[in-house]
């Protein structure tokens, strides 16, 4: 008998292909329920440097869904994958980039946590991404002890939020119409305040007089009836339009305050001027205290607003350079910046361009600068100073004349007791402080003001030396238009002066020509400008 055929086993199930474990999708209001990280976790945690790569790693070990835009970028196309793994190569990155991207309360709480490891890290980006106030505390706070020098913190319109006492009486209320109230109450707080930069706004783009302004608006609603224009009822997209021909205010300016009024005539969408100027009329005015003073204060005044302080805060740690371009800053968040300002320890330039920073905002940061020996560069391009914002700060930067004696007497009186304020400060300062990497941040000595007699052929005059840190100030695209107020200006400051496109740019520039053509300097001998160096185009 032939042998029995041997059955052959039958081929094995291919096996399935294990997926890898999917992770959940960041949306915004995924983690709304974390209010503080686990503490064990954060304790333990140790990061590698890179921002990204630790932002993942914390996310996994806490179970929470990622920010897309902090979290590692997968690259799939092979051609950019030679450059990815070279950037992979060099190290931990320099730069964080953070664009256009609404953030969460988690999301910081954990940037808090990573930024500090990241030791190679230089710059942070923060542009668009709509942080309120908790959140920039929150930046503010993982920036505390960290390498990063430059501070892009910009578009970024924040608002006022609850107060401490308000969210406790949140959280410990039993009826909803106590959160309601709460709501209201802070409603009522924005709207105030929205109201009143408002008004400052329509006053300086008029020359100080509100009532001019509701007439140069009415010509643009009704033309040729001034007198009935402003009773006009106009909608939302005719408001916009109003003002943006008037004045060229953005639209995110005026929608808010047509909101506003619109809502207190029970939301029928039609808003007339003369509820605008009625409502503005009614506001509380501040008015600017004399300031005559010949001396500084021994210390600045201090003052503090919720929105002003958040944004300060960034200037009391150990940041060089910060810019707050576009955050809607105006007189009240200036007033509270130029506090910290003014004891800024390792501050090298201020960039605060395309914000609503007016001449009485100028005089704030001009107090600021009699106490701050640091700041290098300060950035206040496409604002509304004008000539008058201008003299505010070249009276506490650069060297003053005095022919009088008596007072030149009171400020060597007043320089002297300064000088025992400043000698105790210094022997409290130490060495400089170093970062993570053991570098030493800029910390500039402290200066000493002079006030130095001179005796010249037309008479005994005495010259006093202010802040001459200050290299370059920077009023490019204000509305400076005052030629002589500019010239006079000039020949005491120090540094350089930026007044591109500014009305006064052009025929400062002429006159310039004009004199070089009148007296031509010596052969073989360059023109030697004094002052302020007019940077003009």
């Known amino acids: 008998m032939p042998p029995k055929k041997v059955e052959e086993p039958p081929p094995p199930e291919p096996q399935e292909e294990q997926e890898e474990p999917k992770r959940k999708a960041w949306v915004y209001g995924i983690n709304n329920h974390v209010d503080r990280l686990d503490a064990g976790i954060v304790q333990a945690f140790r990061g590698t440097g890179h921002p990204r790569e630790d932002f993942a790693t914390l996310c996994r070990q806490l179970n929470l869904p990622g920010h897309h835009e902090l979290m590692p970028t997968k690259v799939e196309n092979t051609e950019e994958a030679p450059e990815a793994e070279a950037e992979e190569d060099a190290g931990p990155p320099k730069v964080l980039a953070l664009q256009s991207c609404l953030l969460d309360h988690a999301s910081m709480l954990m940037l808090k946590v990573v930024i500090p490891f990241a ?3 230089e710059v942070l980006r923060v542009s668009g ?15 505390q002890d960290s390498t990063v020098q430059t501070l892009h913190l910009e578009w970024n319109r924040t608002e006022l939020g609850l107060s401490d006492a308000q969210k406790a009486a949140v959280k410990e209320a039993h009826h909803w119409s106590e959160i309601d109230e709460a709501e209201k109450a802070l409603e009522e707080r924005r709207a105030q305040r929205a109201l009143s930069a408002f008004r400052e706004e329509l006053e300086f783009r008029q020359g100080g007089s509100l009532g001019e302004a509701i007439q140069q608006l009415s010509e643009k609603v009704v033309p040729g009836h001034k007198a009935t224009a402003k009773l006009w009822p106009m909608d939302l997209q005719t408001w916009i339009s109003v003002f943006y021909d008037a004045f060229h205010m953005d639209v995110l300016d005026c929608e ?8 207190d005539l029970h939301g029928d969408g039609l808003v007339p001027l003369e509820k605008l100027q009625e409502v503005l009329e009614a506001l509380p005015v501040e008015s600017d205290s004399a300031d005559d003073r010949l001396m500084p204060p021994l210390q600045p005044v201090e003052c503090l607003d919720d929105i002003g302080s958040a944004f300060g805060a960034f200037l009391d740690t ?11 800053l105006s007189r009240l968040e200036i007033q509270a910046l130029s506090f910290s300002l003014s004891s800024a320890p390792h501050l ?3 960039n605060l361009w395309g914000n609503k920073i007016c001449d009485r905002s100028v005089k704030h940061l001009a107090e600021a600068l009699e106490f701050n020996w640091g700041l290098q560069f300060l950035g206040l391009g496409r604002n509304f100073v004008t000539h008058q914002g201008l003299r505010s700060l070249c009276r506490v930067l ?8 008596a007072t030149a007497d009171k400020v060597i009186k007043g320089l002297k007791d300064q000088q025992k304020e400043l000698e105790k400060k210094k022997k409290s300062q130490g060495a400089p402080p170093k970062d993570g990497n053991g570098r ?15 005796k010249a052929e037309s008479g005994t005059y005495w010259l006093w030396t202010r802040n001459v840190v200050l290299k370059t100030l920077n009023l490019e695209e204000n509305p400076i238009s005052d030629v002589d107020a500019v010239e006079a200006l000039q020949p005491l400051g120090s540094g350089a002066l930026v ?28 023109a030697k400008p004094s002052g302020w160096r007019l940077v003009l185009v």
């Open 119 to 121: 030791l190679r890290l």
């Open 129 to 143: 991404c709509g942080l309120d106030l908790a959140q920039l505390a929150l930046l503010r706070q993982s920036l």
């Open 256 to 263: 808010p305050i047509f909101n506003i009024l619109d809502s």
């Open 318 to 328: 150990s940041l060089e350079m910060v810019s707050f371009r576009c955050c809607n």
């Open 348 to 350: 090298r330039a201020l």
């Open 398 to 405: 650069g060297r003053t004349h005095i022919t009088d004696k």
């Open 440 to 454: 030493e941040r800029y910390f500039p000595e402290i200066r000493f003001e002079t006030c130095e007699e001179v």
């Open 499 to 526: 007044l591109r496109a500014t009305p006064c740019a052009l025929p400062l520039l002429e006159r310039e020509r004009q004199r070089a053509k009148e007296e031509p300097p010596e052969e073989g001998q360059a």
